[in-house]
């Protein structure tokens, strides 16, 4: 199972919206509703913004927002906050008996 | 709240065996969830291990498949990691967690362990 593809690098400035793409086929993005965001600051463990694609888990700003269109999927986070500089992944589901698949990850900097 | 915790050596000999244990706390390992490990070599990006429910039903990444075991002692409510014959290349962060598959996300994360493969 191939990785996802997520851009190494976007940045914005605070306030400002940014959006995060996230690459697969139909066998993985495309073929289900099951894309996952997780954000990861240096150190730390991934902490998981976003899960089927769009929704929010309790306590993660509305900021934060998902979408898919065909085997892309996105992230967008509004009104950048200095805290928002993490590494950001993307991850799918890929069938049964399959662990799914991560991205390659983005690293989000706040200018 | 669950919490999960990793342990086990920092240091491996390469073509020796990687042991981590994952104690799970603030719930059941019996529940309805899959528990998994993840691991990040320094500077890269996340990878899956492999994962276990309590019953014992494994899913492993296949290009580790021949290298890797976990197993779950639900006794003691934790889940362990055997990789053997490592590399250098095996050098990365390892997180255990919890995976939800109801829609199939990662929603507990352990703090992770350091695992540096080295004579």
């Known amino acids: 199972q191939s990785a996802l593809t997520q851009p190494p690098s976007a940045s914005g400035s605070p306030g400002q919206s940014v959006t995060l793409s996230c690459t697969g086929t139909?066998?993985?993005?495309?073929?289900?509703?099951?894309v996952s965001w997780y954000q990861q600051h240096p150190g730390k463990a991934p902490k998981l913004m976003i899960y089927e694609v769009h929704k929010r888990p309790s306590g993660v700003p509305d900021r934060f927002s998902g979408s898919k269109s065909g085997n892309t999927a996105s992230l967008t986070v509004s009104g950048l906050q200095a805290e928002d500089e993490a590494d950001y992944y993307c991850s799918s589901y890929a069938g049964s008996n399959n662990l799914g698949v991560f991205g390659g990850g983005t690293k989000l900097t706040v200018l | 709240q669950v919490q999960l915790q990793e342990s086990g050596p920092g240091l491996v000999k390469p073509s020796g065996t990687l042991s981590l244990t994952c104690g799970v706390s603030g719930g059941s390992i019996s529940s309805s969830f899959w528990w998994s490990w993840v691991r990040q070599p320094p500077g890269k990006g996340l990878e899956w291990i492999g994962e276990?429910?309590?019953?014992?039903?494994?899913n492993y990444n296949p290009s580790l498949k021949s290298r890797v075991t976990i197993s779950v002692d639900k006794s003691k409510n934790q889940f362990s990691l055997n990789l053997t014959s490592v590399t250098a290349a095996d050098t990365a962060m390892y997180y255990c967690a919890r995976k939800d598959y109801s829609d199939y996300v990662v929603d507990f994360w352990g703090q992770g362990t350091l695992v540096t493969v080295s004579s």
């Open positions: 276990i429910y309590h019953s014992g039903n494994t």
């Open positions: 139909s066998s993985d993005v495309g073929g289900y509703d099951y």
